[in-house]
């Protein structure tokens, strides 16, 4: 099982990012994809989910208004698209994947991409 994780960049503040994940070795369309991010001295925080049996999403309050979720099952690809970036949310990214799991508790995925580094200028 591989989670590919890309598209984190330097962007100033207003800007806006897409990330992709990228899975293989599992049956996607079957699994929750969770966005994660850790800043240098804080905890890990969960951002952006996708169900991908009924498209549900949601995301963490910090994020919601600005940050969106979609999925390409064709691709077996989730997209987290990134809007009115702030420098707060400068942070390492990691998709993470989980059949039996949907929520926040990213003790409860049982896969993980690595980061791809997302930083927000003022």
């Known amino acids: 099982v591989q989670l590919q994780a890309s598209g984190g960049g330097l962007v100033q503040a207003g800007g806006s990012l897409r990330l992709a994940c990228t899975a293989s070795?599992?049956?996607?369309?079957?699994?929750?994809m969770g966005w994660f991010r850790q800043a240098p001295g804080k905890e890990r925080e969960g951002v952006s989910f996708?169900?991908?049996?009924?498209?549900?999403?949601y995301h963490a309050d910090s994020v919601k208004g600005r940050f969106t979720i979609s999925s390409d099952i064709s691709k077996d690809t989730v997209y987290p698209q990134m809007n009115s970036l702030k420098p707060e949310d400068t942070a390492v990214y990691f998709c993470?994947?989980?059949?039996?799991?949907?929520?926040?508790?990213?003790?409860?995925?049982?896969?993980w991409g690595q980061g791809t580094q997302v930083t927000v200028s003022s």
């Open positions: 996708i169900k991908m049996t009924d498209d549900s999403t």
């Open positions: 993470a994947g989980s059949r039996t799991y949907y929520g926040g508790d990213g003790d409860r995925y049982e896969y």
């Open positions: 070795g599992i049956s996607f369309d079957d699994y929750a």
